[in-house]
């Protein structure tokens, strides 16, 4: 990619879905309609406060629209904009190639550590 204003922008919104939730957010929202508390239970590991500022970022960049149900207590849902379902084919795609190579990454992680650990130890040595 080119240095330029437009390439620097692309990786702005690149950090923004590569992140650590918003492929998740917008695999599960590529299902259909959720409420809040919807996206948090199927989204492990992730807490409100992240869950909030993820929705918000998304939100911001015309990626998910939030929707306010003028109703006691109110109802909030959340959907894929037009422009966001267009990203669904991508994050499926990494989305179920991370959850297929789970236990190689964690084989090659525990490799790797214990190398590095076995590297430390000699260096102590010396």
């Known amino acids: 990619?080119?240095?330029?204003?437009?390439?620097?922008?692309?990786?702005?919104?690149?950090?923004?879905?590569?992140?650590?939730?918003?492929?998740?957010?917008?695999?599960?929202?590529?299902?259909?309609?959720?409420?809040?508390?919807e996206l948090r239970r199927e989204i492990a590991g992730i807490s409100q406060r992240m869950l909030t500022v993820t929705l918000r970022g998304l939100e911001r960049d015309g990626i998910v629209t939030r929707t306010v149900y003028p109703v006691v207590p109110p109802r909030v849902e959340y959907s894929l904009t037009p422009m966001g379902a267009t990203l669904m084919?991508?994050?499926?795609?990494?989305?179920t190639w991370a959850e297929a190579h789970l236990a190689q990454i964690d084989a090659s992680r525990a490799d790797y550590d214990a190398r590095q650990n076995d590297v430390q130890a000699e260096d102590a040595r010396r």
Not at 13 to 35: M, P
Not at 89 to 95: G, I
């Open 1 to 37: 990619m080119e240095h330029t204003v437009a390439g620097c922008r692309a990786r702005e919104i690149l950090d923004r879905i590569g992140d650590k939730w918003s492929l998740q957010v917008i695999a599960v929202l590529g299902e259909r309609t959720k409420r809040f508390t």
């Open 89 to 95: 084919d991508a994050a499926e795609t990494l989305v």
